[in-house]
């Protein structure tokens, strides 16, 4: 079946550093999604992408929907606190309403 | 983005015994998805929810041991039977984002340890 693969696993940077993490498959993908989870809480949307080649930004969040249609990549700048979660890209399944999700990134600020 | 309400949020339960995990949303959608999230992995979804009908389950989840209910379209119920320690997970709630989006929007899930 498709999946995601995610990378890194984890992240340790220092508060105030940019932040870079990339979603990858071997199959195509014609949405990519974005969520970040809090620790006890469900994940959230951050980013939805649609179009391949698109670049959509929320705030101090990129992402860029790769030409192939089989990759994705999610930047934060300048990094606070609150950017402490896990973050899952995702995408739906071919023929199907449902979606696949990647393993995580766990990010870890040091203050 | 709809609101969705989880109840309950944490449970701590005997091994053998069920619990109901309830979710409600703030408006009517086709479909409501459940996902279990054991500790420090993904998202892995359990089954679908449809309404008027019976839930599909994904590979390696059946109805005996996740029964789920979904009387209308706003509310849902996901129970997990004679549990066991490998049931101890997080379990979310999921909606569509309508209109035809892929998207999905999520509950603030239950966190279940089963002892």
């Known amino acids: 079946g498709q999946q995601l693969n995610q990378s890194p696993q984890s992240m340790f940077i220092q508060e105030g550093e940019d932040v870079s993490m990339n979603c990858t498959s071997s199959?195509?993908?014609?949405?990519w999604l974005w969520y970040k989870q809090d620790p006890g809480e469900g994940p959230v949307l951050l980013i939805a992408?649609?179009?391949?080649?698109e670049l959509t930004s929320n705030g101090r969040l990129t992402a860029q929907f790769g030409i192939t249609r089989k990759d994705s990549f999610l930047n934060i700048s300048a990094s606070i606190p609150s950017d402490v979660g896990i973050y899952f890209c995702a995408g739906p399944v071919q023929g199907a309403q449902k979606l696949v999700f990647g393993q995580g990134t766990r990010l870890t600020i040091n203050p | 983005s709809a609101v969705i309400s989880q109840k309950p949020s944490r449970d701590i339960c005997q091994r053998g015994t069920s619990l109901t995990i309830q979710c409600q949303v703030d408006?009517?959608?086709?479909?409501m998805f459940w996902y279990r999230q054991q500790p420090g992995q993904s998202l892995t979804l359990i089954a679908t929810?449809?309404?008027?009908?019976?839930?599909?389950?994904e590979s390696g989840f059946v109805i005996d041991k996740f029964p789920i209910s979904r009387p209308n379209l706003t509310f849902s119920t996901l129970t997990v039977s004679n549990m066991s320690p490998e049931d101890s997970s997080i379990y979310l709630c999921?909606?569509?984002?309508?209109?035809?989006?892929?998207?999905?929007?999520f509950g603030q899930g239950t966190r279940l340890t089963v002892v």
């Open positions: 199959s195509i993908f014609n949405t």
């Open positions: 999921s909606v569509e984002g309508g209109r035809g989006s892929t998207e999905a929007f």
């Open positions: 408006s009517q959608v086709t479909m």
């Open positions: 992408l649609y179009k391949a080649g």
């Open positions: 929810a449809n309404q008027g009908s019976e839930a599909t389950y």
